[in-house]
């Protein structure tokens, strides 16, 4: 599975940015799908993540009620939407494939990464 990141930018606290992450190679809607971010200086996090097709949705704390996950897999397409950015949101945001569909918030049961995308908030 190839992943590629896109959306990222620069936006203002309060803002919102919609990413999205495009896969190809094998079945898309094989994959659990997962978003974890790295600000620097810091070690990469959980952010959010989605079942196979979409039934289930988990989200780090800090990202409840502002950002939602979500896939299409029509498309081949993962997506997250986040409002009501803070600057602490600032980091490279990249999403994740993971097979097994268990502990998603585990970057070890990812199997497959994109690059990344760079967000910054600025205050």
């Known amino acids: 599975v190839q992943l590629v990141e896109s959306g990222g930018g620069l936006v203002q606290a309060g803002g919102s940015l919609r990413l999205s992450c495009a896969a190809s190679g094998r079945t898309f809607s094989s994959y659990a799908m997962g978003w974890f971010r790295q600000a620097p200086g810091k070690e990469r996090e959980f952010v959010a993540a989605?079942?196979?097709?979409?039934?289930?949705?988990y989200y780090a704390d800090s990202m409840k009620g502002r950002f939602t996950i979500s896939r299409d897999n029509a498309k081949n397409t993962l997506y997250l939407q986040m409002n009501s950015l803070k600057p602490e949101d600032t980091a490279v945001y990249y999403c994740?494939?993971?097979?097994?569909?268990?502990?998603?918030?585990?970057?070890?049961?990812?199997?497959?990464w994109g690059q990344g995308t760079q967000v910054t908030v600025s205050s």
């Open positions: 994740a494939a993971c097979r097994s569909g268990k502990r998603y918030g585990a970057q070890e049961e990812y199997d497959y």
């Open positions: 989605i079942s196979w097709i979409g039934g289930n949705t």
